[in-house]
């Protein structure tokens, strides 16, 4: 994959006029004609609606619907080879899926004559392997996409790119190379990098596997944060007490499939499926 596609296709735009800052450096939807209360539920960011995806013979996923509001944040959980990456990528049409209809944001990502870099610009995608560019410093991969989509001019990207860096606790690394950071330091920048382009929805790939246990929490708590400013995001995670604790909803995948869905309390403590009993047996609290 070529630089340029590899950060074109995760790192997307700004929806700025939808979404004010807050004086704690988080986003809120920007006041509209119909009052949002506490109480009344956010607008859909993501609708799913019987996505399939097949690689040749091999179907990967197999009628999967869901939806999420703005705000919600939504783990996903399941045994390897489930789909859930795959599922992940359809949602940014990093995977075309092979039938089924994907909306976020209110861009229809599968119709055919959706323009994709611009409906792209509302994800953010993190990887569980950072990706970042080894040639650039951590301040320079957060402003690569907003200068090279013309959507930011250098001073001002720079000047978010320090916010964020600072926004995850790492104002002192601004000028380091990717080798001379921690996993858990690279994943934070990765996880900055994405939130350059002020995406409404962000999608994390099990953004912790890859690194060692010390490393886990100073970015699980990132996420965190992010999940308080109110982002909508779904998450592939194999951390269940993570997911217990950040999760509205938790989406158990198997063989291409959604078995089961709810609260964590649901599925964590009363699943209904024996598949999903069995294995949380093997997962939880690891
Ligand atoms: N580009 C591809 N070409 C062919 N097969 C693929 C491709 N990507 C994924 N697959 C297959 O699709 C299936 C689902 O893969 P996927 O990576 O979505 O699973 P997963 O649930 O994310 O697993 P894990 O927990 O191990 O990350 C697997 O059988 C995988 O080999
Ligand atoms: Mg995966």
């Given at each position: 994959?070529?630089?340029?596609?590899?950060?074109?296709?995760?790192?997307?735009?700004?929806?700025?006029?939808?979404?004010?800052?807050?004086?704690?450096?988080?986003?809120?939807?920007?006041?509209?004609?119909?009052?949002?209360?506490?109480?009344?539920?956010?607008?859909?960011?993501?609708?799913?609606?019987?996505?399939y995806k097949s690689?040749?013979?091999?179907?990967?996923?197999?009628?999967?619907?869901?939806?999420?509001?703005?705000?919600?944040?939504?783990?996903?959980?399941?045994?390897?080879?489930?789909?859930?990456?795959?599922?992940?990528?359809?949602?940014?049409?990093?995977?075309?899926p092979t039938s089924?209809?994907?909306?976020?944001?209110?861009?229809?990502?599968?119709?055919?004559?959706?323009?994709?870099?611009?409906?792209?610009?509302?994800?953010?995608?993190?990887?569980?392997?950072?990706?970042?560019?080894?040639?650039?410093?951590?301040?320079?991969?957060?402003?690569?996409?907003?200068?090279?989509?013309?959507?930011?001019?250098?001073?001002?990207?720079?000047?978010?790119?320090?916010?964020l860096l600072d926004?995850?606790?790492?104002?002192?690394?601004?000028?380091?190379?990717?080798?001379?950071?921690?996993?858990?330091?690279?994943?934070?920048?990765?996880?900055?990098?994405?939130?350059?382009?002020?995406?409404?929805?962000?999608?994390?790939?099990?953004?912790?596997?890859?690194?060692?246990?010390?490393?886990?929490?100073?970015?699980?708590?990132?996420?965190?944060?992010?999940?308080?400013?109110?982002?909508?995001?779904?998450?592939?995670?194999?951390?269940?007490?993570?997911?217990?604790?950040?999760?509205?909803?938790?989406?158990?995948?198997?063989?291409?499939?959604?078995?089961?869905?709810?609260?964590?309390?649901?599925?964590?403590?009363?699943?209904?499926?024996?598949?999903?009993?069995?294995?949380?047996?093997?997962?939880?609290?690891?």
């Amino acid at each position: 994959m070529s630089k340029r596609s590899l950060i074109m296709a995760p790192e997307t735009g700004t929806r700025i006029n939808k979404r004010v800052q807050t004086n704690d450096g988080g986003t809120v939807r920007a006041p509209t004609d119909a009052p949002v209360t506490e109480n009344s539920p956010g607008r859909k960011k993501v609708i799913v609606r019987d996505l399939y995806k097949s690689f040749g013979t091999l179907d990967v996923l197999k009628g999967i619907s869901m939806e999420a509001h703005e705000g919600d944040v939504i783990c996903i959980v399941g045994p390897s080879g489930s789909g859930k990456s795959t599922f992940l990528r359809c949602l940014n049409m990093l995977e075309k899926p092979t039938s089924g209809t994907v909306i976020v944001d209110g861009h229809e990502m599968t119709d055919k004559h959706v323009n994709l870099n611009k409906a792209r610009r509302s994800i953010g995608m993190v990887f569980q392997q950072f990706n970042l560019f080894p040639h650039l410093t951590a301040k320079k991969n957060i402003m690569f996409a907003p200068v090279d989509l013309g959507v930011m001019h250098k001073r001002e990207a720079e000047a978010k790119a320090l916010e964020l860096l600072d926004r995850v606790g790492l104002s002192d690394k601004a000028d380091s190379h990717p080798w001379q950071l921690s996993g858990g330091q690279q994943q934070r920048v990765a996880i900055a990098r994405s939130l350059a382009m002020n995406p409404d929805v962000m999608l994390f790939d099990e953004p912790t596997s890859a690194l060692d246990p010390e490393m886990i929490g100073e970015v699980l708590n990132v996420i965190k944060e992010l999940a308080s400013t109110g982002m909508t995001m779904i998450i592939v995670t194999h951390e269940m007490n993570f997911a217990r604790e950040i999760a509205k909803t938790v989406i158990f995948m198997e063989d291409g499939k959604i078995l089961e869905q709810g609260s964590p309390a649901d599925v964590f403590q009363n699943p209904k499926e024996e598949r999903t009993r069995k294995f949380l047996s093997l997962i939880v609290d690891k």
